[in-house]
């Protein structure tokens, strides 16, 4: 029997059971590999990508909510509460917007869920109920506004999409979801800032309110001020009404500028509130009283499309230029030469004497012919001590034939001569032993020719430029006058015979012991020299009266250019072609021609640098005052002014961008539409809750230059020995022109101690006119008393006689009035009176004793001012009286007078510094882009309210902060500058400190505090 291990029977191939094996495996490896999932894992899947979608959908839901809800209570200071800390103090709106979305996606979350059969899926986040949580919150949600903020993308991170089977998580996954929105919450927070921000800022911080306000405030100023200049009867130039109207178109500007277009209800308010305000200034309106708000703040109505212009700005503008001129000191210095000292030649007649100086001179030679020797002193035995030695000389004299010395280079000869000269000298020693005394003596002679020649150079000292004279030294020139001809006899009368003659000269000048050899020689001078160059002069001073500078009105308002400076500078650069003198002088009388030119250009250009540095002084002054209500200084209010003319950039009407954003109009509304210094009520602005009152503006407007004393123009330091201020003639006698008219038992009291004041100093005037007329004419004492009489008594009482001694009038009518006296009258010598009356009159109001005690002043202009307002009481309600009360208070005298030298007062300014202080009541943004729902509209509203918020999900909403209300702080300054003379430019009534609203707080409402105060 064949053994099994050795039957070969039924056995395979070893390989082919192997290769059958791999085979096999194979097959079921790729069986298992392609079985399809199981019915649990496909629904897992399914469930996440729904959910995940739904997600998606729920931020974009909640996204657009939350914008529409931060819009409508933007959080724009967080509360102190555990909520509202969390919440930056840097930006705590989109802080706030970040939690709402987080808040509305967290509420979206709960309804997002997918389900089928046993599978569940759900997205969530995790929940916000603690600071904590909501800290952790704030970190997830990111914002971002896209296409200029029209579109808002909202990245939440770490959102948890978990799917359960059952009780059983099959899967779970965090996610980021990111979604642009179109709606422009962050840009209408923005512009909402950026216009807050323009609210707030002063005119020299850039574009905003301030620099409108100022530009709206300039013309209003300088129209009003010029009425008043003008005797129209404006009592307030700038007054609350004023103010009110440009702040409220400032605002509508501001709003263009930021968001395109300004408020409609706003224009048709602001157009009411101009012709109401032009109706009431023309006929001398009260203030502004609530009858006015409610003519004005119109009642809330619809949104309208048109959109009608401001009216523009008319009056006087301060970019109207004009001329300083020369004229006035020119007319000064021409009379000063004939009657003043100045620095260069003192007058006219040393200007005209200077031509004719010549500097005389002795030139002399000395040579010695013959000489015994000088003999010693011998004492008279031992022991004698000299003391003392006494020389004594005596000469003779006798002709010679020998040569005189040479003139030098510039020099005339006027005469020589040569001596031989012969000295005798004896010598006296005395000597001294103990108590015994003797003399000795000795003689020696000297001989010496000597050679003497007097010469002369011409040699003017006055400020005619270098030119050659020519003829010199003959008679001659233009006047046919000695011409210095006589010069050589006067230097030898000064050099030879006032040293005892020719041989008296020669002997000293061989002794060496000569005094004199230098000597400055006048010639004589026509004797119509000094007609003829005044004749002149009188051309001269008509070119240089012709010359002046053109300035800005605004520039002088502001002290941003000094005039006399310029036309000294200008003088000075032109002083070649003034002074025009010729290539040669024709003779020295045409060289003091000239020189009399020199010296009145010299003259007027000293009195502009005088000028010039008053006119410094008084900037300093001025900045002082400007300092007391935050103006920096001059150079400030200057800068304020030209910020003024700055353009305005104003974007468009709607908010660019491209989708998911787009072209968004944004259209302001402010409650009140016009922001008055009166309650406002609710029928007037829906934003003020019914039965109370709302004040959504105040003011405040001083006047710096009230009373035209107290400052450092018209106060002039007291003399030490009564140590009391003092104000200048001209200003006394305005307020004396002012209190005329009013009748009451205080004001006439106060009247008369002015008048007595006023009359005293314009009798020293009067003296001192009457010395004027008596050496400027060939009047009698009595005939020129009679013509300064009949001067002044053109005018009635001290009051008018004194203005008119300081604006000029009286020099002319006391000229006019001593020519009908003279027997041979001329209108030449009337001007030349005139001129020289008129210089007389300045110098004499720049003394002390033609001042006014300001006590006086002040008490009087009290007095008036008073009166004047209680009659304003009793005439309330009638508006003629009202405007005859201006036409009172109009003459009161007000403002600064810039150049307050006499005789040279270009301008008067005054300054208003103004603040203003407002805020809306609800200030709302619209558009029509942006809401959740197709064709809504998205509100950004600002109404100071609390902005509260469910966070923890109780039920209560918790504070989180609170939506502030537009509001505005700001101030500027605008300055007006009038021609001299009349009663100036300023506020007269009375109040140099106008409030109004609730100063210094406005928004005040009556729910807030029992009741609003009244401006302090």
């Known amino acids: 029997m064949t053994r099994l291990a050795e039957d070969r029977r039924a056995r395979i191939p070893f390989a082919l059971l192997g290769v059958l094996l791999l085979v096999g495996a194979s097959t079921y490896a790729a069986t298992i590999s392609t079985q399809g999932p199981s019915r649990v894992d496909r629904g897992a899947a399914a469930a996440m990508e729904r959910v995940s979608a739904g997600s998606t959908a729920a931020l974009r839901s909640a996204v657009g909510e939350a914008a529409r809800a931060a819009a409508a209570e933007p959080v724009t200071e967080p509360a102190a509460t555990p909520f509202g800390r969390v919440l930056s103090d840097r930006d705590p709106f989109r802080d706030a917007l970040r939690l709402r979305i987080y808040l509305r996606l967290r509420e979206r979350l709960e309804t ?28 997830r949600v990111r914002v971002t506004g896209v296409e200029n903020g029209t579109a808002l993308r909202v990245t939440v991170r770490n959102l948890t999409v978990m799917v359960r089977d059952g009780e059983r998580v099959v ?18 927070h923005d512009r909402a800032s950026a216009f807050e921000t323009r609210l707030n800022r002063r005119p020299l911080a850039g574009p905003g309110l301030g620099r409108r306000l100022t530009a709206r405030l300039y013309p209003v100023a300088w129209a009003r001020g010029y009425a008043q200049y003008s005797g129209l009867p404006v009592a307030n130039v700038v007054g609350t009404r004023h103010v009110e109207t440009a702040t409220n178109g400032a605002l509508l500007e501001t709003q263009r500028a930021v968001f395109g277009r300004s408020d409609p209800a706003g224009r048709q308010a602001m157009r009411r509130a101009t012709l109401e305000l032009g109706v009431d200034d023309l006929t001398a309106a009260s203030s502004v009283d609530g009858e006015w708000a409610k003519g004005v703040v119109p009642r809330p109505n619809r949104r309208v499309n048109a959109s009608t212009p401001l009216p523009p700005r008319r009056g006087m503008s301060p970019d109207r230029r004009f001329d300083v001129e020369v004229a006035p000191l020119a007319d000064r210095a021409l009379t000063g030469l004939r009657t003043e000292s100045i620095r260069s030649n003192r007058s006219l007649a040393d200007a005209l004497r200077a031509a004719y100086r010549v500097e005389a001179a002795l030139r002399t030679t000395r040579k010695r012919l013959d000489s015994e020797p000088r003999p010693d002193p011998e004492p008279p035995g031992p022991e004698w001590f000299l003391t003392e030695t006494r020389v004594a000389t005596d000469h003779e004299v006798e002709s010679s034939v020998g040569t005189a010395p040479q003139a030098r280079d510039g020099e005339r000869r006027f005469g020589s001569f040569a001596r031989h000269v012969t000295l005798n000298r004896r010598i006296k020693w005395v000597w001294r032993r103990d108590n015994d005394t003797r003399v000795t003596t000795g003689e020696w002679t000297e001989r010496y020719r000597v050679g003497v020649t007097v010469v002369g150079s011409y040699a003017p000292n006055g400020s ?59 010639g004589d001078r026509p004797s119509d020299l000094r007609s003829w160059a005044y004749a002149d002069l009188r051309g001269v001073a008509a070119r240089l009266g012709n010359r002046s500078v053109e300035v800005r009105a605004g520039a002088v308002a502001t002290y941003g250019v000094n005039p006399p400076g310029s036309l000294s500078t200008t003088l000075r650069k032109r002083q070649a072609t003034l002074v025009d003198p010729p290539e040669r002088y024709q003779g020295v009388a045409d060289r003091a021609r000239v020189n009399a030119r020199v010296a009145l250009l010299n003259a007027t250009i000293a009195r502009l640098d005088r000028r010039a540095k008053a006119h410094e002084r008084t900037k300093e002054a001025f900045g002082d005052v400007l300092g007391r209500v935050g103006v920096e200084s001059p150079q400030t209010l200057g800068q304020i002014f030209e910020a003024r003319n700055t353009p305005i950039t104003a974007p468009q009407g709607r908010l660019a961008g491209r989708p998911p954003g787009g072209p968004v109009g944004v259209v302001p509304d402010g409650s009140p539409a016009y922001l008055t210094v009166e309650s406002v009520s609710h029928d007037r602005a829906h934003a003020v809750a019914p039965s109370r009152s709302y004040r959504p503006l105040a003011t405040k407007n001083v006047n710096l230059f009230v009373a035209p004393y107290g400052d450092a123009a018209d106060v002039v330091s007291a003399p030490a020995t009564d140590g009391v201020s003092r104000v200048r003639l001209r200003t006394a006698a305005r307020v004396l022109v002012a209190a005329e008219p009013v009748a009451n038992d205080s004001v006439r009291e106060q009247r008369r ?27 009698t004492r009595p005939e020129a008393a009679a013509a300064v009489a009949a001067g002044f008594d053109r005018w009635e009482g001290p009051g008018r006689r004194a203005l008119a001694a300081t604006n000029g009038s009286l020099a002319a009518a006391i000229a006019v009035a001593a020519g009908r006296r003279d027997e041979a009258p001329r209108s030449d010598r009337v001007g030349r009176l005139e001129r020289r009356l008129d210089a007389a009159i300045a110098e004499s109001l720049r003394h002390d004793a033609t001042t006014v005690a300001e006590t006086v002043v002040a008490r009087t202009l009290t007095r008036v001012r008073d009166r004047a307002l209680a009659r304003a009481s009793e005439a309330a309600t009638d508006r003629l009286a009202r405007g005859r009360l201006n036409e009172t208070l109009g003459v009161v005298p007000a403002g600064f007078p810039v150049a307050p030298v006499p005789g040279y007062w270009y301008a008067t300014v005054n300054v208003w510094a103004v603040q203003v202080r407002g805020a809306y009541a609800r200030f709302t943004l619209r558009t029509q882009r942006g809401a959740p729902t197709p064709g809504g509209a998205i509100r950004y509203v600002r109404d100071g309210s609390t902005v509260r918020v469910d966070v923890d999900g109780d039920g209560r909403a918790e504070r989180l902060g609170r939506d502030e209300r537009i509001d505005f702080r700001t101030r500027t300054v605008v300055a007006v500058a009038v021609p001299p003379g009349r009663s100036g430019v300023g506020d007269v009534n009375g109040n140099a400190d106008e409030r109004g609203g609730s100063w210094p707080e406005p928004g005040c409402t009556s729910w807030a505090v029992e009741d609003c105060p009244a401006a302090e």
């Open 171 to 188: 899967a779970q996954e965090n996610r980021s979801r990111t979604v642009t929105v179109s709606t422009p919450v962050l840009a209408l």
């Open 112 to 139: 997002t869920r997918y389900r089928r059969g046993s599978v569940t899926a759900v997205a969530s986040v995790p929940e916000a109920t603690t600071p904590t949580g909501v800290r952790r919150a704030l970190d």
């Open 753 to 779: 101690a002015l008048s007595r004041a006023v009359a005293s100093s314009v009798g020293r005037v009067r003296a001192r006119t009457r010395r004027a007329v008596q050496n400027e004419t060939r009047l």
């Open 464 to 522: 005619a430029p270098a030119r050659p004279t020519a003829p010199r030294f003959e008679r001659g020139g233009p006047l046919d006058g000695p011409n210095l001809a006589d010069v050589p006899r006067k230097a030898r009368e000064r050099l030879l015979d006032r040293q005892g003659g020719r041989n008296a000269v020669a002997a000293a000048v061989a002794n060496e012991s000569l005094d004199t050899t230098e000597a400055t020689v006048y």
